[in-house]
C-alpha cells in the first residue's frame, strides 16, 4: 500500500506530539462546558488548565465550546 | 488553540432573553400542568435557537444542501438535544446558567449531525501502515520540519501499536472529525480521545528520549 502511504508534514508532526496532560476525556469536557464558558466570559482572564489542555487538542469539542461562548455572549450582549 | 471570550460587556444579571423563561426551569419543566407546557415551549425554542446558530457557524460543511434540508437538519438536532436535556434534566446543578447548560446539548447534536452530513459519503480508511514524511515541507517548514517529521514516524513504527497508529493517523492526518471516527469504528469519542492521549504520550517520550523535543512542555514547570 505504499501508493496510498499517508505523508506527515511539520503540522502533523505537532499535532502527534502535543502535550495533552493533564488529561481530560470529551464526556467531562462537555459537562465543564457551561460552567467554563461562563466563568471566560466574566473573566478573560480566568483559566481552567484541563479545560485549555483537552480543547488545545480536541478540535470538536474546541468548536462546540466556541460556539457556547458566541452564543451567550450574543445573549448577553442584548440583554436590554 | 486557546478559546478567548469575544470582547463583550458582562452584566452581573442572568442573561436576558426574547421569550418568556421560568424562574426556575428544573421545577417547572418537572411539574405537570400548564407551566410545564409554557416551559417545554421556551426550551425548545432555546434548542432551536443554539441548533440554527449551529449550522451557521458550519455551513460551508453543508454547501451542497438547499435551505429546507439545512432548516430539517438543524430542527431535528433541536429536537434531539430537546430530549437529552429533558434525560439529563436531575443532573443540572445549577453550577451555570440554566440557559448556557441547555445550549450546549443542542450545539452538540447539530455539531455532530453536521460532522456525519459531511462525512456520510466520504471513505474513511483505516491504515496501520507507518505514514512517510511529506516531501514537500512548505518553505518555512524545512529546517524543522524533515527532522522532526521523521522522527514522528520513525517513533510511530516502534512506540504505537497498530490500533494507536489507525486512530492517530485517522484523527490528526487525515483530520477525521472525532465522532465520525467513532461510529465507523463503533466506540465514542471519549474512548478515541483517550487512544489519542496515550498515543501523544508515548511518542512525546520517544522524542523527549532522541533529542527532538525539550523534556518539559511549554508553559509546564
Ligand atoms: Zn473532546
Redesign the pocket.
Known amino acids: 500500500m505504499n501508493s496510498s502511504r499517508k505523508h506527515v508534514d511539520l503540522r502533523a508532526a505537532r499535532l502527534l506530539t502535543l502535550d495533552t496532560e493533564p488529561y481530560l ?2 464526556a467531562e ?2 459537562d465543564r462546558m457551561d460552567e467554563y464558558v461562563e466563568a471566560l466570559l466574566a473573566d478573560p482572564a480566568y483559566d481552567d488548565e484541563r479545560m485549555r489542555t ?2 488545545t ?2 478540535p ?3 468548536e462546540e465550546a466556541q460556539s457556547l461562548m458566541l452564543l451567550v455572549a450574543e445573549d448577553q450582549s442584548t440583554t436590554p | 488553540m486557546t478559546l478567548r471570550g469575544p470582547d463583550v460587556h458582562v452584566r452581573s444579571a442572568p442573561a436576558g432573553t426574547r421569550w418568556p423563561e421560568p424562574a426556575d426551569w428544573v421545577t417547572a419543566l418537572s411539574l405537570p400542568g400548564p407551566e410545564q407546557e409554557e416551559a417545554l415551549r421556551s426550551l425548545h425554542t432555546l434548542m432551536l435557537r443554539a441548533s440554527h446558530h449551529q449550522v451557521r457557524r458550519m455551513r460551508s460543511a453543508l454547501h451542497d444542501l438547499g435551505e429546507d434540508r439545512i432548516v430539517e437538519l438543524a430542527n431535528e438536532a433541536a429536537d434531539d438535544a430537546m430530549m437529552a436535556v429533558l434525560a439529563k434534566l436531575p443532573t443540572f446543578e445549577g453550577r451555570s446558567r440554566f440557559t448556557t447548560w441547555a445550549y450546549k446539548f443542542a450545539i452538540f447534536q447539530c455539531a455532530t449531525a453536521v460532522r456525519q452530513y459531511e462525512w456520510q459519503h466520504r471513505d474513511v480508511e483505516l491504515d496501520d501502515a507507518v505514514p512517510q514524511v511529506a516531501s514537500a515541507p512548505s518553505p518555512d517548514d524545512l529546517a524543522e520540519a524533515g527532522d522532526l517529521a521523521s522522527a514522528v514516524c520513525d517513533a510511530m513504527m516502534h512506540v504505537l501499536t497498530p490500533h494507536q497508529r489507525r486512530v492517530t493517523v485517522a484523527l490528526l492526518v487525515d483530520e477525521v472529525p ?1 465522532d465520525v471516527l467513532a461510529d465507523r469504528l463503533g466506540t465514542t ?1 471519549n474512548a478515541l ?1 483517550k487512544t489519542l492521549h496515550d498515543a501523544r504520550k508515548r511518542l512525546r517520550a520517544q522524542l523527549v528520549a532522541s533529542g527532538h523535543l525539550p523534556a518539559v512542555g511549554p508553559g509546564r514547570p
Do not use: D, M, V
Open positions: 476525556s470529551c469536557c462537555f483537552h480543547l487538542a480536541c470538536a469539542c474546541a | 472525532i469519542r480521545y
